[in-house]
């Protein structure tokens, strides 16, 4: 089993920047994929950044590339998604995950979920 705690959310303007983070507490052996999902009102949730378990592959949704930042602190148990020049379309509850190892850029049901984590950014 694995339990997921996220923080890091709040209210920043438009072109600031965030970071989330999330702890881990790991209590079956296995090898997952890991990354963050966000959801805003009324629409899907979908992957923003995933990562396999070894880091050495990487996916961006194409609305973020080049901005949001996806990496982790094994010593820690936690994750990080830094967010950089943040825009109002960012706004959603975003969502530490882990799962199965499938293709990253196809990734849409983690075994594992966070409680959620509110990023509004003003225009």
């Known amino acids: 089993q694995v339990q997921l705690v996220e923080s890091g959310g709040g209210l920043v303007q438009a072109g600031g920047s965030l970071r989330l983070s999330c702890a881990a507490s790991v209590r079956t052996s296995g090898i997952y994929i890991l990354g963050w999902f966000r959801q805003a009102p009324g629409k899907e949730r979908d992957v923003v950044a995933a990562s396999s378990w070894s880091g050495g592959s990487t996916y961006y949704a194409d609305s973020v590339k080049g901005r949001f930042t996806i990496s982790r602190d094994n010593a820690k148990n936690t994750m990080y998604l830094r967010m950089n020049s943040l825009k109002p379309e960012d706004t959603a509850v975003y969502y530490c995950?882990?799962?199965?190892?499938?293709?990253?850029?196809?990734?849409?049901?983690?075994?594992?979920w966070g409680q959620g984590t509110q990023v509004t950014v003003s225009s």
């Open positions: 995950a882990a799962g199965w190892p499938v293709q990253l850029s196809t990734w849409s049901d983690p075994t594992y």
